[in-house]
């Protein structure tokens, strides 16, 4: 076992950019991002997002590139290099590679539903039906098994491409997709935007009513901040163990987290004009939409074309995502277990597909059941709210902790500044941020919210 593996690096610049974008911009944002700012009402969520991505999500993804291209270890071992002899920080590690699980799990079950769509949108049955008609397909879809046939498909084309590595998988996976998806996004906003309901959606979204800010919208906008950057697992570290040392970091971490915060926005600008002209209820929960989208598309001229082309991208957005988090886990059992890629793949596969079709269920067939130690939730909402809204937040807390004042302050420095950019003057603030603002700002939310 060594410390310092001899690592694979990502071989361009676009390719960095084209797998952290990938990572972060997925169902977090077109499926996460809208459901959640509806059930907590709109424009307040918003607003506060937007400052945790700022105060938050910046210096936290700045640190995790930092820890992860200075020692090119996976998120264990990283912290084992830089402080031998201090097991306590393992649990950064520990933190790390279960959320990433149960994020795996539950994320290939909402990205099963896309597969769906598509396959259905294809065969001509989401153009031209009413709403009534469109609900009842969700419905029965989700009453059923095949959302977990879906799971489990998913799941095998994501394996089909971690197992072929780094370079080859990811890196050619992300180059085209991010990109094509946000254009199909803007033109699907301009749609929304002439329809009756805009006015209506686009005031519950950009007008906020801080009479609405509960405990709840707080930590539900802290754990959407770090959900949507991929951050507080370690999964942005890991990540950047395969950056070159010429990858200017905050440069990096500014085109990610801008590209992010817009493709959620989007979303939300596609989504709730529709809710509105339609009639939905924007607190529907994970549900909304899939129940919104068939909408759009059974309206547009051309609906039979967009639907499948939108659903198809929407898959491939999860699938690069799904590849950065099957990759936390990967990295620590090849690295520090000496496990094959191959047999570390099937591993976190094996045990993503067991969870995952217990997530799939409790759309339909386990509905009701809701654990004891779980409160009200379900399978699903017990791994999205636990991993999310705790596990995320906890992680990315340890980090700034770690990079703020453990670390030594001159490898953190020479991280942010090499190469130099514009955005390397930056450095200084963001030290102070990792140093006296997130890990504290954390830390109250969670005290207040117990
Ligand atoms: N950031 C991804 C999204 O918004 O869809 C989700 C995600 C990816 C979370 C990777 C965590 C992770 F490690």
Redesign the pocket.
Known sequence: MSDKPKHQLFATRLGVIAATVG???????IWRFPYEAGVHGGGAFLVIYVFFIVLLGIPVLCAEFALGRSTHCNVLGCFRHLKPGQPFWKIIGVIGVTS?MM?LSF?SVIAGWTLEYFVVSLKGEVAGNSTEELHSLFGDFTAGLRPVMWTVVFLLINYCVIVRGVRKGVEKASNLLTPALMILLAVFCVNSLTMPGAADGLSFLFKPDFSQITPGVVIGAMGQAF????LG?G?MLTYASYFPDRTPLVRSAAVTVGLDVLTAVMAGVLIFPVVFTYGFSPQEGPTLVFEVLPAIFAQVSGGWFWAPLFFFMLFLASLT?TI??SE?GIAWLTQDRGMSRGKACVLVIAVAMVCGVACALSFGYWSGLSLPVIGEFNIFNFFDYTSSNVLLPLGGMLISIFAGWMLDRNILRRELTTPRTALSSLAPAIVFLLRYVSPVMILVIFIANL
């Open positions: 990572s972060a911009v997925g169902l977090g944002n990433g994020i994320y959900f949507s950057l991929s697992l999964c995502s950065s988090m936390i």
